[in-house]
């Protein structure tokens, strides 16, 4: 009994081997090779998956958007980084007598990083729907950053940037994005750890806690 390489079978199946072999293919199946014929259907299918492919191809910036993910999660793996510390929260803090049963949509937070400190002040804009986020990142031991040279970038739990912007020259910096819940935050400092803050819940029907 004669059986054929896997060569000659995607030949075959695309109609471009050899009439010879072909012939022989042909004779081989029609002889009653049960093998052969299961692989004939086989290659067979594998011919049409492939001329299908071209319709299958994801759209360019899909594709260009998971390489941009694909290269930020290869360099936040190689790199070292420092988490930083809540030292304060305005949702931990008692409201003073006589307003306590008003609703603030403006929340402050303030952690420390080994000395780098990040200052948040976090509004929620019901009108557009959206988390304004004013910041400011200092060095407690030295002048202010320089121009240019600090990267902020809100993150979701599972890696996807949310949004992204760069810091003044007092280490100033705004963003806005939709609310969410177990939100993260990195700052890219040059010469300096980058910074990774713990989650937060941005979430404005539950955003009294950090987990």
Known sequence: MKHFSEQVWADFARGVGPSKSNSEIDAHVAAGCVDCTAAVG??????????????????????????????????QQARPWTMARLVFDSFSQPLTAGVRSGVTDSRQMMFDAEGTMVDLVLDHRPQSGTISLIGQVVDKGKAWVAP????????????????????????????????????RLSVEIVGYKPVRLPPINLNPDTARSIT
């Open 42 to 75: 086989l290659w067979r299918r594998v011919h049409s998956i492939a001329l299908n492919e071209p319709s299958l191809t994801p759209p360019d910036d899909l594709v260009r958007m998971v390489k941009v993910e694909f290269v930020a999660r290869q360099a």
């Open 148 to 183: 240019r040279q600090v990267a902020v970038t809100v993150w979701t739990e599972t890696g996807q940037p949310v949004a992204e912007t760069s810091a003044n020259e007092f280490g100033e910096f705004h963003m806005e994005f939709a609310p969410q819940e177990r939100l």
